[in-house]
């Protein structure tokens, strides 16, 4: 497809997929073990998300070329209202400039590798460099409004993650949408139909929808995911089709939208 004179592409993308970073993933979640599993279920574009950190993002982008594969750097964060909440920048830097904002309001309480798992951090050649020893499977002292509109400040793009799940879920939480909140979209489960979710809140037809793996392990990459008809994989681009803007758009595979 042409589109402003540029050739225009599908790409299959699954937004929302943790490293070993996050204690409740696998520990076989390793940069390259996760690319090399996209690289087979035939992602394009994968979005990783770990609670609360980026720390895992600078190696998975390094070796992501070699893949071939476009990661969104990204991270989900947990809000005071107990709602988590996809956060996306273009680059590492600027994720981990807003991950200096999220860990300032962390509790500063250390984790507790044999209750909670461990939190795995890897080096740009994808070795194992040691463990983040904050507590991330936490609350940051922000509500969901104020960690929105922080994202949008800075440029980024936020996505309320599994907005359907009565556990860390917008809708699950809250029971409504806020007015005026900064999102760019909403994630449904991949056990929920864009329909389905539209018939039990109506406030859902105002949002673009996406579905995504929520991956913490190897097997579920890719287990859901989003076709996106972009000119090239990139945050802009992907933020332009949940808009619709001149062609391109953002489906949900097999389930319409
Ligand atoms: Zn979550
Ligand atoms: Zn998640």
Request: proline share 4%.
């Amino acid at each position: 497809m042409i589109l402003r004179g540029e050739l225009v592409d599908w790409y299959s993308c699954d937004l929302h997929v943790h490293t070993a970073l996050s204690p409740c993933a696998s520990e076989e979640m390793t940069p390259a073990a996760i690319l090399l599993e996209a690289m087979e279920r035939g992602l394009d574009v994968i979005g990783i998300c770990d609670h609360n950190s980026a720390r895992n993002l600078e190696a998975i982008v390094a070796l992501s070329p070699a893949a071939g594969i476009k990661v969104f750097c990204g991270m989900e964060v947990q809000t005071q209202e107990e709602v988590h909440v996809l956060c996306f920048f273009h680059t590492v830097r600027e994720a981990l400039d807003f991950q200096d904002v999220v860990y300032s309001r962390l509790p500063k309480k250390k984790n507790v590798r044999e209750y909670f798992g461990s939190q795995l951090v890897f080096d740009h050649n994808g070795e194992l460099v040691g463990e983040e020893e904050q507590l991330l499977l936490t609350s940051v002292s922000a509500d969901l409004k104020t960690v929105c509109d922080e994202v949008a400040k800075r440029g980024g793009m936020a996505i309320p993650s599994h907005v359907d799940r009565m556990a860390f879920g917008l809708l699950g939480v809250l029971g409504m949408i806020p007015d005026g909140l900064s999102v760019s979209a909403l994630e449904i489960s991949r056990t929920l139909t864009p329909e389905e979710a539209k018939t039990r809140w109506k406030d859902i037809s105002r949002f673009s929808l996406i579905t995504s793996s929520d991956a913490h392990c190897l097997g579920d990459i890719g287990a859901a995911r989003v076709q996106a008809l972009m000119n090239h994989p990139s945050l802009s681009e992907f933020r332009l089709a949940l808009m619709g803007i001149e062609g391109r758009k953002v489906v949900i595979p097999g389930r319409g939208l």
